[in-house]
């Protein structure tokens, strides 16, 4: 069994940081891509920042400049920076990650939880 846990979600004002975490655990063999993205009221599960097992990034235009995603690939762990936050930014944020398990080389899309991250103006 695979699964990935989230933290480091919370309360900030606008303009302040925040960062979160995404730990994955149990049979893992290789984690390709993994991947932030949110959900706001109302709306669409949108993405927002994914990195390959290579360190290359891809960012929603919304968060250019302002979010950095890295991954620790020891701790099978991946971050998100969060700074200059607005409040549009508050959603739901789900940690994603492609996982290819050691019983029986699957591969398997796994989400985590979701963490909430509240801006407030």
């Not at 004002?13 to 932030?36: D, E, K, V, Y």
């Not at 739901?92 to 398990?101: H, M, R, T």
């Amino acid at each position: 069994q695979v699964q990935l846990v989230e933290s480091g979600g919370g309360l900030v004002q606008a303009g302040g940081s925040l960062r979160l975490s995404c730990a994955a655990s149990g049979s893992i063999f290789r984690i390709n891509t993994m991947a932030w993205y949110r959900q706001a009221p109302g709306k669409e599960r949108e993405l927002v920042a994914s990195i390959t097992s290579g360190g290359s990034t891809k960012y929603a235009d919304s968060v250019k400049g302002r979010f950095t995603c890295s991954r620790d690939n020891a701790k099978n762990t991946v971050y998100l920076q969060m700074n200059s936050l607005k409040p549009e930014d508050t959603a739901v944020y789900y940690c994603n990650a492609g996982i290819i398990a050691t019983i029986g080389y699957r591969y398997l899309e796994v989400w985590g939880q979701g963490t909430l991250v509240t801006v407030s103006s």
